[in-house]
């Protein structure tokens, strides 16, 4: 089956390289990928957004399937662009519909629905630009720090956490009035802070029945021990050693379980990935957040854990068969660390060159934001370069390879966390 892989960054070439693993993928396409997924599969030059274009392709290279790496594409509706179109309905897309993508698409939207479907969660409020006084009151109700979370897709970026409680009224009329992240920030959702430990649940669902994946722990600041601004994630851990089977137990009843009863009940459809960003308050799980697909770094300790098929589980998902699938985990431990320009996540140069990839062994670098330049040269196309996974049979081990094969990597100003998973130890 030729498939086409919506996406460039770190989580699409973990997933290619995945699904070039199975006997079920006789081609894969990328749109539009980055120098790693060309060392392994065909990029494409096409915007995930330009759904036409993307028509066009799948019907002159007659793909047998649609795999969407990034939440644009779903919040946008190529879920619905296929199923709707005569030419493209039998072609599988694996990612929600436009429905069930405003689960990410909008902070309002997802907390109302964990709300209605009694999931637990941070309690919040939501406000415009008419009503930003208001929001300022009800900031005097809670106790520091304040949660400020722009509504719509901010690219990662959208969250902020205030201990000020002026500045925290400052930053909410920057949102809402001054558009600090453009039409993101058109409303604002203001949540009760969680005091606890953060990790990413990882569901598949065929809209009846579900999988759980691994678990995986990000680390979102650029600073060490912690500091300093939120990135879209600078490592990341699989399993995460703090949540055992007493606490996915309450994870699976509490929050799983009923989100997918949730997505039936209202008819919503979905047909891939849900990301659940949990917060572990004492011995308690609540919903920080939904995701309508992989997350990144996550998918580069996820993907290297699961044993089984990729593309024969997305088959069964397209199918609505995942509930005869097992799946099969590696027991060992997966840990990546993100390779990132200097400047990131603010100003940042592109196009440095980048020396040492062919030193590197026994780890599995993932391109995330790289370009192959005709002459062959990959150099750094984005804020994250690289991504560096390991193996091992504890999650010490295996940050101890990373960081060993990142010590042979080169680029100017390249810059990297040197504490990712050491608050576990």
């Known amino acids: 089956m030729t498939i086409l892989l919506l996406g460039s960054g770190g989580r699409e070439h973990a997933l290619a390289w995945k699904m070039l693993q199975s006997s079920h993928c006789s081609q894969l396409f990328v749109a539009p990928g980055n120098a790693g997924t060309a060392a392994i599969a065909t990029n494409v030059d096409l915007n995930p957004n330009d759904f036409h274009a993307v028509k066009q392709f799948c019907l002159e290279h007659q793909v047998g399937m649609v795999v969407v790496g990034p939440e644009d594409p779903l919040v946008n509706g190529v879920y619905d662009f296929f199923k709707n179109d005569s030419q493209l309905h039998a072609i599988p897309v694996i990612g929600p519909s436009k429905e069930g993508a405003q689960l990410e698409g909008s902070k309002e939207y997802a907390k109302q629905f964990l709300v209605r479907h009694h999931i637990p969660t941070a309690r919040y409020e939501s406000f415009t630009p008419a009503t930003v006084e208001q929001g300022c009151s009800f900031l005097e109700t809670l106790a520091p720090p304040y949660v400020l979370k722009a509504d719509g897709l901010a690219a990662g970026k959208g969250v902020l956490i205030l201990s000020n409680l002026e500045e925290a009224k400052t930053e909410l009329r920057n949102m809402l009035v001054h558009a600090k992240f453009g039409s993101a920030s058109a409303k604002v959702v203001i949540e009760e802070f969680l005091s606890g430990i953060e990790l990413s649940c990882f569901v598949l669902t065929d809209g009846k029945s579900y999988k759980m994946l691994p678990t995986a722990k990000d680390y979102k600041r650029i600073g060490e021990g912690d500091t300093g601004l939120n990135t879209g994630g600078m490592g990341a851990v699989s399993p995460v050693p703090f949540a055992d089977a007493a606490f996915m137990e309450k ?130 196309h984005g804020g994250r370069v690289l991504a560096v996974t390991s193996y091992g049979d504890t999650y010490q081990e295996a940050i101890k390879k990373s960081y060993q094969n990142i010590a042979k990597l080169h680029f100017d100003k390249m810059y990297f966390r040197k504490d990712i998973g050491f608050d576990l130890f």
Do not use: C, W
């Open 251 to 380: 994870v699976e009843t509490r929050i799983v379980k009923p989100t997918i009863a949730g997505l039936q009940q209202e008819n919503i459809e979905y047909k891939g990935f849900v990301f659940i960003g949990l917060i572990k308050v004492g011995d308690d799980p609540f919903v920080i957040e939904y995701n309508v697909r992989m997350g990144d770094p996550e998918t580069e300790v996820v993907m290297p854990r699961l044993q089984s098929d990729l593309v024969a589980i997305f088959k069964a998902v397209a199918e609505q068969k995942l509930d005869e699938f097992t799946l099969e985990i590696d027991p060992r431990s997966a840990t990546t660390i993100m390779v990132v320009s200097g400047g990131y996540p603010e100003d940042y140069e592109k196009g440095k060159t980048i020396s040492g990839l062919e030193q590197v062994n026994d780890s599995i670098v993932f391109h995330a934001g790289t370009k192959l330049l005709q002459e062959g040269q990959v150099v750094s």
